[in-house]
């Protein structure tokens, strides 16, 4: 079962499109109808099907390696994007075949082990896989619109024309089948906006407070990307002589076996100075002023805090514990809470 034609070469140029190298795709897509209108033909055996696959498998290898050196949390996606890559070989030897099938036996290593002759059951068409793998490999990207979806579906739609049942009117496939886009694509965005919410819910479950006496640090790991839109606080402030503020919830003095911990660093009760008021350094009038919006998970948590604060105002909370690194915890309050922080960095 052949497939329509530049069927294939247009599934190589949309993966080339999508994945940004509309180059190297050009290239592939030339050399494979270049080889659909040559004559010139040869009797492939089976150690010419093992070494197309070996040279696969060597450059299945150096993409992995490449992945794993250059974006090492990626690695599988860079893998995914260049399989039309790896597995261009594979539609090579078979178009230079007199058969125009490829072995798939050579594939498999306990296949290969076992030499059944030139038995026909063993011969497949690799074009429907490959552009299989184009349309895989094209959609490994994150793509903002909806052009992958489009292009996607009508390629499909080309390759699945072509082997319709003929009992039925043609009508009846194009309706059945635009049917099948749709619901594919509502499930798709209502499976989407799923995720989104079950992450939003699961957010405050999986997040902990922060721990004043012991952190861990990941030096050099690529942290977890924002997946959702849950506001964790805001900070306002008019500050006009720096460029930047850092806040932060705790501070450490000692590291070790990638962990950092808060020694001989107890929290203490701290005094209100007025109804809402905490006094956090004594001796400091003058600074400048930042104002927190946060949550306290239960009614409790570590504050937001920038370097050098001396005073936190508008603080409805009861009690409150700090240490000498400037790290602070509220208690008994309300969920969220907004206050005032004095600071001389």
């Known amino acids: 079962m052949k497939t329509p034609s530049f069927m294939l070469s247009l599934s190589i140029l949309f993966w080339g499109w999508m994945t940004g190298h509309p180059y190297i795709a050009a290239v592939m897509a030339a050399i494979y109808e270049f080889t659909r209108f040559i004559k010139a033909k040869w ?52 178009q230079f075949s007199n058969r125009g099938l490829f072995d798939y036996r050579t594939l498999f290593l306990l296949a290969r082990k076992k030499d059944k002759g030139t038995d026909k059951s063993a011969f497949c068409d690799m074009c429907y896989p490959i552009a299989i793998i184009c349309l895989t490999s094209a959609g490994s990207l994150k793509h903002e619109n909806f052009l992958y979806y489009l292009f996607a579906v009508i390629l499909i739609f080309w390759a699945l024309f072509t082997i319709r049942s ?28 799923l995720q989104q919410k079950i992450t939003e819910l699961t957010t405050e479950l999986f997040m902990g407070d922060v721990d004043p006496f012991k952190g861990t640090t990941s030096i050099g790991e690529i942290g977890q990307q924002k997946q959702f839109n849950h506001i964790v606080f805001r900070a306002k ?10 806040l932060r919830e705790a501070g450490y003095n000692v590291y070790k076996s990638g962990s950092w911990y808060a020694i001989n660093s107890p929290l203490k009760s701290v005094h209100k100075s007025s109804k809402s008021s905490w006094v956090l350094k004594g001796d400091v009038n003058s600074g400048e002023q930042i104002e927190i919006y946060s949550y306290l998970k239960n009614g409790s948590g570590m504050l ?12 409805p909370v009861e009690y409150l514990r700090k240490n000498h690194l400037g790290s602070a915890k509220a208690a008994n309050g309300p969920e969220l809470v907004k206050y005032k922080v004095s600071f001389d960095p």
Do not use: E
């Open 304 to 315: 937001k805090l920038p370097l050098g604060a001396y005073k936190i105002d508008q603080l």
């Open 237 to 246: 402030a008019d500050i006009k002589k720096y460029d930047s503020l850092l």
């Open 43 to 94: 009797n492939m055996t089976k150690s010419d099907y093992k070494h197309a696959v070996d040279l696969s498998f060597v450059i299945f290898i150096s993409v992995l390696i490449y992945g794993f050196v250059t974006d090492k949390a990626r690695t599988m996606v860079i893998l995914i994007m260049w399989m039309p890559v790896v597995s261009f070989p594979l539609l090579l030897v078979q």
């Open 166 to 193: 003929k009992r039925f009117p043609v009508w009846i496939w194009a309706v059945s089948s635009c049917l099948a886009v749709i619901l594919g694509f509502v499930s798709h965005v209502g499976l989407n906006l």
